[in-house]
């Protein structure tokens, strides 16, 4: 009987599995095989691209365009007018130099100097004592039309005749003092060196040169206006970030009452062997929004990173050598033809300074495209490096644009070449708005492709 259990369970249970393995689906009883293919078209999405049209010649005429009419002309009349004023400050000072050499006037301050005392130094400092004050009143017209009249006919100064007078006292003062202490040095030299005397000068005025480098803006700019801290405020945290950021060592940014002379904004990083010092300009501050300030400090900074007035001091040096060889040469010829009727034949004799001043004016007007041409460099570097630095190219645009009430905007090639001593309105915009073309796509920087 058990085994009949048994046997029946079993036929039970193998039943009942055939039952569920009849009602399973036929995959499950053939076990695991590949699933279907099928075939898979790929294809590339469109590029899509997003960066803002700008151009760059477009926005440049956009930003000339808002000085224009009476404002332009007005412009470019007082630049324009520079050019003949550098002509007649020539005329002028060899008409000087004339008038003291072929009459009797330079011979008798020497002669006078001689009676004295015997100290060749102590001759030459009093023949420089009365040479300056003569030469600066026989100029004192030309310098008080140039200085005063001619600014206040433009709009461009804000300070009374007195007040002006008050600069003028002050710059007479420092010229008397230098010239006065530097000249017995020059002539101590010339009677020592003689044929070679050229080289000696040339290096007393590189020394100099540097010397005012690093005394001006510490000891000689405050002289002529108030420097006060600037006070507190989120331009300035940004002002000493920015140079923080490019190593410039100043800790803190000075605002100069620089509106009681003028109109002009302007600001500098000047200073030289450790008297760095950031100055902004209180017109700048007045006139300037946030983003045009930094703009120009950007600029300014980035002469004392590039190390441009080391970079000046170097080749105005060369410029100083080959002067000091042109007063040499030009003073050989001049004594030749016309030392009887001056009276004078040697270099030592200090009665021909009257001649070297000359000759130096002389050079330094032929030397014009030069000298400008070294700075107009130095300033473009400085332009690109701040709008690296600061990266508001609009700003750097509009604030050029306020340069406009005593820089010509638009001059011919030429034009520029010869008489700027910083690129034209219409390079450094247009290097602003070619910079901003190339970094539209940038996020700060694309936001603003609709303007100006």
């Not at 100290?119 to 030459?124: A, F, I, M």
């Not at 006919?153 to 007195?162: H, R, V």
């Not at 073309?437 to 100006?452: C, F, G, M, Q, S």
Request: charged residues 15%; neutral net charge; proline residues 5%.
């Amino acid at each position: 009987m058990a085994f009949r259990s048994i046997a029946a369970a079993l036929l039970f249970l193998a039943l009942t599995g055939a039952a569920v393995a009849q009602d399973a689906p036929v995959e499950a009883q053939l076990g695991p095989r590949a699933a279907p293919t099928k075939h898979v078209e790929v294809g590339t999405l469109p590029t899509m691209d997003t960066t803002p049209a700008f151009d760059a010649t477009k926005a440049t005429e956009k930003y000339l365009a808002r000085v224009s009419g009476a404002a332009r002309a007005r412009s470019d009349s007082y630049f324009e007018g520079g050019y003949w004023l550098q002509l007649l400050d020539l005329l002028y000072a060899l008409g000087v130099a004339a008038l003291l050499l072929f009459t009797p006037i330079s011979t008798r301050i020497r002669d006078w100097a001689e009676e004295r005392t015997h100290s060749r130094t102590g001759q030459v400092m009093l023949y420089v004592a009365c040479y300056v004050p003569l030469v600066a009143v026989l100029t004192l017209p030309l310098t008080i039309y140039e200085g005063f009249i001619r600014e206040h006919m433009y709009a461009l100064s804000n300070q009374s005749f007195l007040q002006w007078l008050g600069d003028f006292g002050i710059s007479f003062a420092l010229t008397f003092a230098a010239t006065v202490l530097l000249l017995p040095l020059l002539y101590a030299a010339i009677r020592q060196s003689r044929e070679g005397w050229w080289l000696w000068g040339a290096s007393l005025a590189i020394a100099f040169d540097v010397l005012v480098a690093v005394i001006w803006p510490v000891f000689i700019a405050p002289l002529f206006n108030h420097y006060s801290p600037l006070p507190e405020s989120p331009l300035k945290a940004q002002i000493l970030s920015l140079a923080r950021a490019n190593d410039v060592p100043a800790a803190n940014v000075w605002l100069v009452d620089a509106s009681r002379q003028s109109s002009r904004v302007s600001a500098n990083v000047s200073g030289f062997l450790g008297t760095a010092r950031i100055t902004l300009n209180d017109n700048l501050l007045k006139q300037g929004t946030h983003d045009e300030v930094l703009a120009v400090m950007g600029h300014e900074m980035g002469h004392y990173v590039m190390g441009h007035v080391t970079r000046q001091i170097l080749l105005e040096a060369l410029v100083i050598l080959l002067g000091f060889a042109f007063l040499h040469f030009g003073y050989l010829w001049a004594v030749e033809v016309f030392g009887g009727q001056w009276q004078v034949r040697k270099v030592a004799d200090v009665a021909g300074l009257p001649l070297l001043a000359a000759l130096g004016t002389l050079y330094l007007f032929l030397a014009t495209p030069v000298t400008n041409s070294i700075s107009r460099t130095i300033e473009y570097q400085a332009d690109i490096f701040g709008l690296d630095a600061v990266r508001k190219p609009d700003a750097f645009a509009t604030v050029i644009l306020k340069l406009s009430t005593y820089r010509k905007l638009e001059p011919g090639h030429w034009e520029e070449v010869i008489f700027y001593d910083h690129p034209s309105g219409r390079t450094r915009i247009q290097s602003a708005m070619r910079w901003k073309k190339e970094h539209i796509a940038d996020t700060d920087i694309r936001d603003t492709a609709n303007l100006p």
